[in-house]
Nanobody, 125 residues
């Protein structure tokens, strides 16, 4: 069993920055790839970023490349999403997800076993 708890969301003006954190419980965190997804009202949940078990492989959605950075600290069981140059279209609920015991990344929601409760990010224009 894994529990994921996101934090760091909030309201920010366009051009601003936020850093999301996802704290994970469980001993298999360090061998699990992690991902961030987002879901805007009326939209499907979409891939944002993913990181392999050791941080050696990263992947980003085209819409966030160059602005968002995913990272992880295995000793703290935490994955981060640094979001810079935020745009109103980044407004969504952001979810952390884990591929339990699977070290390689995935970009589809079906590739993830556990999900956090989500944290709201609102970017005003």
């Amino acid at each position: 069993q894994v529990q994921l708890v996101e934090s760091g969301g909030g309201l920010v003006q366009a051009g601003g920055s936020l850093r999301l954190s996802c704290a994970a419980s469980g001993r298999t965190f360090s061998s699990s790839a992690m991902g961030w997804f987002r879901q805007a009202p009326g939209e499907e949940r979409e891939f944002v970023a993913a990181i392999s078990w050791n941080g050696g492989r990263l992947d980003y959605a085209d819409s966030v490349k160059g602005r968002f950075t995913i990272s992880r600290h295995n000793a703290k069981n935490t994955v981060y999403l640094q979001m810079n140059s935020l745009k109103p279209e980044d407004t969504a609920v952001y979810y952390c997800a884990a591929r339990l015991g699977r070290p390689l990344i995935a970009t589809m929601t079906s590739g993830y076993d556990y999900w956090g409760q989500g944290t709201q990010v609102t970017v005003s224009s």
